[in-house]
């Protein structure tokens, strides 16, 4: 079957700071990728994606390289700030699954100055 | 382009009656989705349109629950007698659907339900 995991939080990170937040998935197929975030008190907001194996998806910083020997898709940035504190979403679409997206749980990201 | 929008945005009722959501897709997209999101996890499929037919729905989508996009715009999600299990965010979100499955979805805010 298809399913996100993702590395658990809350994490708490002082501005400037390096950030990885790690998700693997499994998948029937070739799947996308894409992180989500979501900032307090609005919707999920797409990050960036990566479509097929060595992608990279960047955006705002934040960079993920689609990595199929790992299976893995984690999010990182060089330096955060503290407009990133938000919720990171990782999820896959695969094909044959009517389109529907598979989501982590999410990982809580506090940045203090 | 204003987004996918939901109404309404909170809503309480009391267990056992009757609950419905609209969701307004980005205009041109002719794909809707309903996820469900629970404290603390990530959003869970509920259900997909493609124009007006309903292609796909989660084993999560019980009998009270019903969804529909009867001219392939809106969307409206009803649930019946309505439970405290019931008590989630309800997100919407579309999608410009090309028979791909690398397409991105672009989510509404969502409406927030509690069940007393």
């Known amino acids: 079957g298809n399913s996100v995991t993702q590395m658990e939080g809350p994490v708490t990170l002082s501005e400037e700071a390096f950030l990885t937040i790690n998700c693997t998935y499994t998948?029937?197929?070739?799947?996308?990728l894409f992180w989500y975030v979501q900032y307090p008190g609005e919707g999920l907001q797409l990050l960036l994606k990566a479509t097929k194996a060595d992608d990279k998806g960047s955006n705002k910083g934040f960079e993920a390289t689609y990595r199929k020997e790992t299976t893995s898709f984690h999010l990182e940035k060089g330096s955060v700030q503290v407009s990133d504190s938000a919720v990171y979403f990782c999820?896959?679409?695969?094909?044959?699954?009517?389109?529907?997206?598979?989501f982590g749980t999410g990982t809580s990201l506090t940045v203090i100055p | 382009d204003t987004g996918v929008s939901q109404d309404p945005r909170h809503k309480i009722t009391k267990r056992g009656q009757n609950v419905t959501f609209r969701c307004d897709p980005i205009s041109e997209h002719n794909r809707l989705y309903w996820y469900r999101q629970t404290l603390g996890q990530g959003p869970e499929f509920l259900t997909y349109?493609?124009?007006?037919?309903?292609?796909?729905k989660s084993r999560l989508l019980s009998d009270r629950f019903s969804a529909e996009r009867p001219k392939g715009s809106f969307s409206t999600l009803e649930i019946q007698r309505t439970e405290q299990g019931d008590s989630a965010m309800y997100l919407c979100?579309?999608?410009?659907?090309?028979?791909?499955?690398?397409?991105?979805?672009?989510f509404g805010p969502g409406t927030r339900l509690l069940v007393l």
């Open positions: 999820a896959l679409s695969a094909p044959n699954t009517g389109n529907q997206f598979y």
């Open positions: 998948a029937t197929g070739y799947p996308s």
């Open positions: 349109f493609q124009n007006e037919a309903q292609l796909e």
């Open positions: 979100a579309s999608s410009l659907g090309q028979g791909e499955y690398q397409e991105t979805q672009y």
